[in-house]
T-cell receptor, first 113, second 114 residues
Framework: KAGVTQTPRYLIKTRGQQVTLSCSPISGHRSVSWYQQTPGQGLQFLFEYFSETQRNKGNFPGRFSGRQFSNSRSEMNVSTLELGDSALYLCASSLGSLNTEAFFGQGTRLTVV | TQLLEQSPQFLSIQEGENLTVYCNSS?????LQWYRQEPGEGPVLLVTVVTGGEVKKLKRLTFQFGDARKDSSLHITAAQPGDTGLYLCAGADAGGTSYGKLTFGQGTILTVHP
């Protein structure tokens, strides 16, 4: 059974640019959550999608957005990149009901210069 | 806002020693998950505890969920260098509406020296 796949693994962008990250969940999983991980703040929840609908959102500015497709694959977009957006972006896949286990991808390392 | 306080933040021990990592909160969680993360990789799920007072064992690792579902601990017996990594606890909101959201502790960086 294939795990969670995130692409690309590494990205270097310039301030002001935008970026799109992709996540393919485990087959059969309909929920995809996104997290930002930094040394100072740890893992922080960005948002969660289930059946193409955003069900939950963390405390991030509107520059951070996402979407989910009918095959459960998800993308997140960050516009007008800032230096502070440099982080490891992780997506987690789950069945989508409460208390179900979340399985993470390897992450996308974004560096903003 | 739910918070999970994880301690200690750093742990450096010799091979063969025992250790315990704690995860505490003033909030009730419906479940709590423990992960281990290697540098540059995503967290790997170790265990999920759901019932208050629950104890789960995974080889040399023992996980416990507090009776009130507000705290948890991870105990490693006879640590090995392969146990080195970042250990994270993560709680799922008991409120019933926070789908897909886990609240993470700050993590414990464990280093086991041969």
């Amino acid at each position: 059974k294939a795990g969670v796949t995130q692409t690309p693994r590494y990205l270097i962008k310039t301030r002001g640019q935008q970026v799109t990250l992709s996540c393919s969940p485990i087959s059969g999983h309909r929920s995809v959550s996104w997290y930002q991980q930094t040394p100072g703040q740890g893992l922080q929840f960005l948002f969660e999608y289930f059946s193409e609908t955003q069900r939950n959102k963390g405390n991030f500015p509107g520059r951070f957005s996402g979407r989910q497709f009918s095959n459960s694959r998800s993308e997140m977009n960050v516009s007008t990149l800032e230096l502070g957006d440099s982080a490891l972006y992780l997506c987690a896949s789950s069945l989508g009901s409460l208390n179900t286990e979340a399985f993470f991808g390897q992450g996308t390392r974004l560096t903003v210069v | 806002t739910q918070l999970l306080e994880q301690s200690p933040q750093f742990l450096s021990i010799q091979e063969g020693e025992n250790l315990t990592v704690y995860c505490n909160s003033s909030s009730v969680f419906s479940s709590l998950q423990w992960y281990r993360q290697e540098p540059g990789e995503g967290p790997v799920l170790l265990v999920t505890v759901v019932t208050g007072g629950e104890v789960k064992k995974l080889k040399r690792l023992t996980f416990q969920f507090g009776d009130a579902r507000k705290d948890s601990s991870l105990h490693i017996t006879a640590a090995q260098p392969g146990d080195t990594g970042l250990y994270l606890c993560a709680g799922a909101d008991a409120g019933g509406t926070s789908y897909g959201k886990l609240t993470f502790g700050q993590g414990t960086i464990l280093t086991v020296h041969p």
